[in-house]
């Protein structure tokens, strides 16, 4: 099965969780990017062949697939000049694949969804969300088909069925002939093609067990913990309610150094690291629960973001003054 991954729809910079990156697709989680997080997932689960949609001008994006990806799965880079919405990234990526006679799925460059996809056409994936303005959500008849879709509303309720960014389409001449029609009506959502392919071949809602979404601020935030890897003396566990991490080791001399290295610095000095909230040893194991700061490192953002040079130089002078205090 070919993957279709789009990023190259019209970007919104208001809805973007950070707004010095290019794309979602390049924003940084957990020391590495979005767009690498989709593809590390799909080439764990055998997925060679893909093809990513990117804007023209979106060069850090280009060159992070030709340096890491190019030699470990069968890359096609498609680059589109000033789309006007999701749209037109999913035609540009199709156009070459319309004789294909084997099934696509497509993926939407913000999203993460660790289920398995093997066997499964004319699906997308749902999940339960609790507001209706960000997302696409899906009303269904009495025998789960689907009667309607409603994107970025303000709804009545507490509770939805949202698209979650997955999807599989068993026939590809069909899926681009939608996309054609709706590009002529001026249709600018991809609700709208997929209402236009359900008509023809029924789309299944398969809801979502593991599903990571990095489109909207609160949701990237989310993300962002539930993804965060232990190094390997650590367990972690986070609190999201009050922003918390708590460290485990049985390795007790390295996370008994890092907690004597807080404990150590100077009053004045301690404002500046994650305050220590408990600390714990019993035997071999010893439990530090701190602070947790969400925000990207520097180093994040020197490899992915997209920030000025003047803006650097005043990252560099706070560095500066912040050594002098040190």
């Not at 060069?59 to 340096?67: A, D, I, N, P, W």
Request: net charge neutral.
């Amino acid at each position: 099965m070919k993957t279709l991954i789009l990023t190259a729809g019209k970007i919104d910079y208001t809805r973007l969780p950070f707004g010095m990156h290019q794309s979602n697709a390049t924003i940084p989680v957990n020391g590495k990017p979005v767009i690498s997080w989709i593809l590390d997932d799909l080439i764990r689960k055998k997925y060679k062949d893909i093809r990513i949609v990117v804007r023209e001008e979106n060069s850090r994006l280009k060159e992070l697939l030709q340096k890491y990806y190019n030699k470990r799965i069968l890359l096609d880079m498609v680059s589109l000049n000033n789309p006007t919405s999701i749209i037109d990234s999913l035609h540009a990526g199709l156009s070459s694949l319309i004789n294909s006679n084997e099934p696509i799925q497509v993926i939407l460059g913000d999203t993460l969804i660790y289920d398995t996809f093997q066997s499964m056409q004319d699906t997308m994936f749902v999940a339960e969300v609790k507001t209706s303005e960000n997302w696409c959500v899906v009303n269904t008849n009495d025998k789960g088909e689907i009667r309607e879709l409603l994107d970025k509303k303000q709804l009545p309720g507490n509770s939805f069925t949202a698209i979650c960014g997955y999807y599989q389409f068993s026939d590809v001449r069909t899926l681009f002939d939608c996309v054609q029609k709706c590009i002529s009506q001026g249709a600018k959502e991809l609700s709208e093609v997929l209402l236009q392919y359900n008509e023809i071949h029924p789309l299944r809602l398969k809801k979502a067990d593991t599903w990571f979404d990095f489109g909207h601020l609160e949701s990237f935030i989310q993300s962002k913990k539930s993804l965060l890897r232990p190094r390997h003396f650590n367990q972690l566990t986070i609190d999201p309610l009050i922003n918390t991490i708590t460290k485990v080791s049985e390795k007790s001399d390295k996370l008994a150094d890092e907690l004597n290295w807080y404990l150590l610095l100077p009053e004045k000095l301690k404002i500046l690291t994650p305050r220590i909230i408990t600390r714990d040893q019993e035997g071999n194991k010893v439990t530090i629960t701190q602070e947790f700061y969400g925000y990207p490192s520097l180093s994040e953002l020197f490899v992915y973001g997209d920030l000025s040079t003047s803006v650097w130089e005043s990252i560099i002078d706070y560095l500066f003054q912040i050594h002098g205090l040190f």
